[in-house]
């Protein structure tokens, strides 16, 4: 009989995955990195107060401490991976990291260099972000992400009818045809700008549920939220393997 014992601090068991928010209200849909039926293993969320999406993406140095002691009680609440639900979270990874014994990754954009090495150097990566004002090389290097040796194609999604009234509005309402248009429309524009371009990033946590369909459009590897935090949680949860030979 296995015999287990109280986590200390603990509420909640077998949670796999933490996700820090941002404070706001949007309908999260499938796919998306806050709704839980997006995952095929238990998540838990905490929103930070005061940390809204206009102050994330801008910068708030202010809040890191708040950051911080949320992942620590992720820690403490026992699950495996820390991540947020805000690719401008990358602000605040080195901070989290240093504190915490676990791996933590809070922004898609902690793929690049992994995408980078896969690619010649020529190749453009086109990155989708949702406010290409702030996305910038002097924003990645200030968060310790140094740019890679690639051409880097940044467009938002800032000036995008649906996605700029429901996402930075927060209008309440989200209509997913018509941003899934909009960001199709704006990936096929870069690569006819850049028809060498080897791979699409998608920095912001509501773009998941278009990956698929950019990847229809485009013909190229769409790396996205999702499939960083589904690699730390499979790191995080070896399984044993079963099978004939």
């Known amino acids: 009989m296995t015999l287990y014992r109280t986590r200390r601090g603990a509420r909640n068991y077998g949670f796999a995955v933490g996700i820090l928010q941002l404070d706001c209200s949007l309908p999260f849909i499938p796919g998306d990195v806050d709704n839980a039926t997006t995952y095929d293993y238990p998540v838990i969320y905490r929103a930070i107060p005061g940390l809204s999406t206009a102050s994330c993406l801008r910068g708030a140095p202010e809040m890191t401490e708040a950051v911080v002691q949320a992942a620590r009680d992720f820690e403490t609440q026992g699950v495996r991976v820390i991540s947020s639900d805000c690719g401008f979270m990358l602000q605040f990874q ?74 930075f509005d927060e209008k309440g309402t989200l209509d997913a045809g018509l941003i899934e248009a909009e960001v199709v429309s704006v990936a096929l524009d870069m690569q006819r700008a850049n028809p060498t371009m080897g791979a699409i990033l998608l920095e912001c946590s ?40």
Not at 144 to 160: C, K, V, Y
Not at 207 to 227: E, I, K, S
């Open 94 to 167: 080195a901070a989290v990291r240093e504190a915490v014994r676990i791996p933590v990754a809070l922004s898609p954009m902690l793929q690049l260099p992994i995408i980078a090495s896969s690619l010649a150097h020529q190749r453009p990566i086109g990155i989708i972000t949702a406010d290409s004002g702030n996305l910038t090389s002097a924003f990645l290097e200030r968060a310790g992400l140094a740019t890679p040796n690639h051409p880097l194609i940044i467009r938002g999604l800032q000036d995008q009818p649906e996605f700029r009234s429901a996402v």
């Open 206 to 245: 509501m773009l998941p549920p278009y990956a698929h369909a950019v990847q229809q459009a485009l013909g190229l590897p769409v790396f996205d939220f999702l499939t960083m935090i589904d690699q730390f949680h499979s790191a995080a949860h070896q399984r044993r393997y079963q099978g004939s030979y």
